[in-house]
């Protein structure tokens, strides 16, 4: 069983962090050299601002409805994403950094074992997600599913239906169906554009189209054997090798993680409480890299690996202390409690 973090409008939400006036207005970060918008606040997307606006182009619509604009802080969204994938990786037993703001957590076993001391997999969810946003002030979705292509479009739902509370756990049949079903094929993960227009044509329109084919017509039509992964996927079936390395690095054994889940359920696992500083994710030394072509953005020397029971990851990235942004002044700090203030004060226009 695979689950997948989100934290949602990432650039936006580690912003609000150091300034939390800024919760319910909109709010939009920039890319290198103020080129155009690379996050978006909810309050921002419903007045039809979309990812990629040239900065130049929206600049009077900016204005005239009020949005708060930053310059990016690499610096500052690199020292929030490390508190974020540390109290993941020492929460559950095995987290792999997919991007600055996504990690696939390895959760196997998990929906036997943590019934009689957290209960259902839903529950932790909800706790991973109450946890991240005590912590660092980061808000997040958590989608869980028996394949990681499951896991991301249960995410997707999560984040785009209010009423799910932020998780959705597709833990039968019928609910992996349903959320087929919900999903455009051309939003689901691997589908690139020329494919979707390539599948619309075939009359193939949604997730639950594209599960339905057979094994030799996705080897024919969807690039050979990564359409063939992909759709088997979609059935529920996840690749073989998909979870952490079982060596001296990895996820601890049966009962050391009884044990772990123990703690957690009695307040005292290993995360870092109250967000404090974090220097890595427990000491620990790196495991194997998983999946080498991993997507790596935005924080330099970031590398997808798999981390046993939060005892290692690999994220690079300067430290946020002393960040400095071209339009410094407003604000400053604003009050946060994610342990000691980096890269605040980063400037609004």
């Known amino acids: ?96 950094i997919y991007s600055i703001d996504e990690a696939f957590l390895d959760l196997g076993g998990l929906e036997t074992h943590l019934t009689p001391y957290l209960g259902h997999l839903t529950d932790l969810a909800q706790r991973l997600r109450a946890g991240v946003k005590a912590r660092t002030g980061i ?72 599960a339905r084919v057979s094994e030799a017509w996705a080897r024919k039509h969807l690039g050979g054997v990564v359409g063939a992964r992909l759709v088997r996927e979609l059935q529920g079936y996840p690749l073989r090798g998909a979870g952490p390395e079982r060596g001296r690095d990895a996820a601890p054994a049966e009962p050391q993680l009884l044990a772990h889940v123990r703690a957690a359920a009695a307040g005292a696992g290993r995360g870092a409480g109250g967000g404090g500083g974090v220097r890595g994710a427990g000491g620990g030394k790196a495991a194997p890299a998983r999946r080498p072509g991993a997507r790596a953005d935005g924080v330099p020397g970031q590398k997808s690996v798999w981390a046993g029971g939060g005892r290692a990851f690999a994220l690079g990235g300067a430290d946020a202390a002393g960040a400095h942004r071209r339009h410094a002044g407003a604000d400053g700090a604003g009050g946060a409690a994610a342990g000691p203030a980096v890269g605040a004060g980063g400037g609004v226009r």
């Open 139 to 210: 808000p997040v979705c958590v989608g869980v599913a028996p394949t990681k292509t499951l896991a991301k479009l249960a995410n997707r739902l999560a984040k785009k239906d209010a009423g799910l509370g932020g998780v959705l756990y597709l833990d039968s049949g019928e609910r992996r169906a349903w959320a087929l079903g919900q999903v455009a094929v051309g939003d689901v993960w691997g589908v690139g554009r020329q494919y979707a227009h390539k599948l619309t044509a075939a009359g193939i329109d949604s997730a639950a189209d594209l």
């Open 1 to 96: 069983m695979f689950g997948l973090v989100d934290c949602n409008n990432f650039y936006v939400s580690c912003e609000r962090v150091f300034q939390p006036r800024l919760e319910g207005k909109p709010v939009v970060v920039l890319s290198n050299n103020d080129g155009c918008i690379i996050s978006r606040s909810a309050e921002a997307k419903a007045l039809g601002l979309k990812m990629g606006d040239p900065y130049f182009q929206v600049k009077e619509q900016l204005r005239r409805d009020s949005v708060q604009v930053f310059s990016s802080n690499y610096a500052l969204y690199g020292d929030m994403s490390r508190r974020v994938m540390h109290y993941l990786g020492a929460t559950v037993p095995g987290v792999e």
